[in-house]
């Protein structure tokens, strides 16, 4: 059981436990979540989790072991742009944080390439890569104990130093 002010994931974003209420009418406990990029919104969650959208976050050694991964973990290849859509749409809603990184690094890449190549990057593209970044960096902010800027550029800065070392 979570306690109030404990981080969570629900469904894909970080959330603090408000509060833990009981309602009366059906006499159940709800944990009372406030995302943490939108404090305007109160999102009630039964105790019990049956649907399974409730997590905990990650552990900083999972997120050390994860960031450590990176390099290993390969970017979509060879994707028909027909396809492509529907494939960052699976991986964006598998809730691994493997997947996450595949979407950041395929999407960086394949906009890469458009602007090396004079053209336009993709909007379908550059969405998914933010969608990604968002609540892979909002769950390692909290990890670390940084901001959304702070995460990716000590990510970035990271996986650098595992590169050229």
Known sequence: MYKI?????????VCKVKDIRNNKINGQDYYI????????????????NRMGYLRSIMSKEEADALINNICNIEPIENMENKYIEKTYKDLLYSGTHEDLIKIIK??????ADRIKNNKKISDKDNDYFNKAEKYLYNELSVVYNMNFDETRNYIIDRVERIIYN
Request: glycine share 0%.
């Open 106 to 111: 395929t999407t960086y890449l394949r906009n």
């Open 5 to 13: 002010n404990d981080y969570v994931i629900y469904k894909r974003d």
């Open 33 to 48: 979540l406030v995302p943490i990029d939108d404090e305007s919104l109160i999102i009630d969650v039964p105790v019990n």
